[in-house]
């Protein structure tokens, strides 16, 4: 899973700063407020309406903007790939699960 979310968030990358092909830029739209507010500066996009709950928010033009809206400011204002592809590693990589079992001192001792 965490394999199509960076491949969809480098996609979303790659068209924001103009590298991708036009008929991706096509459906991805930035956020523009109508008037000055503080979201305006966030690098957002504009998340679109879908009416199948099942495949409408499988389309890359529906899912790209949630993932990319979700990413931390740091993250968005990258400037390079590399970078963003650090910096993306870190963030989607597996957290390793830790245990507490209530009662292990008690088989310890």
Not at 58 to 66: K, Y
Not at 96 to 102: A, E, S, T
């Amino acid at each position: 899973m965490e394999v199509y979310v960076f491949e969809i968030l480098l996609f979303t990358f790659k068209v924001v700063k103009g590298l991708a092909p036009n008929y991706l830029g096509e459906l991805l739209e930035a956020y523009v407020p109508m008037r000055m507010l503080r979201s305006s500066t966030q690098l957002l996009l504009l998340e679109p309406k879908f009416n199948l709950k099942l495949y409408g928010s499988c389309a890359f033009s529906v899912c790209a903007p949630r993932l990319w809206n979700s990413l931390p400011l740091e993250i968005r204002k990258c400037d390079s790939i590399d970078t963003l592809m650090k910096k993306l590693k870190v963030l989607l990589r597996p957290k390793k699960q830790f245990f507490f079992f209530v009662g292990f001192q008690n088989y310890v001792n």
